[in-house]
């Protein structure tokens, strides 16, 4: 999840913006890729062609 801490240190002049740190987890989205690559990778049929005519037909 994301966290946004907040804090009043420092002086604060007029018409400045507030800056505010924020910390994003990557972690869910980092799984989500690798479960998503593993998919696809297990999913994946891959095959060989060996005759000129099935050369032909799939170029």
């Keep these: ?7 009043d240190k420092g002086k604060k002049k007029k018409g400045a913006q507030k ?3 924020i910390h994003v987890d ?3 989205m980092v799984d989500m890729n690798m479960l998503l690559i593993t998919f696809f990778m297990l999913c994946t049929t891959m095959f060989e062609i ?3 005519e099935d050369r032909a ?3």
């Design 57 to 59: 037909s799939y170029q």
């Design 1 to 7: 999840m994301a966290q946004i801490e907040q804090s």
């Design 50 to 52: 060996t005759d000129l």
């Design 19 to 21: 800056k505010m740190p």
């Design 26 to 28: 990557f972690t869910p």
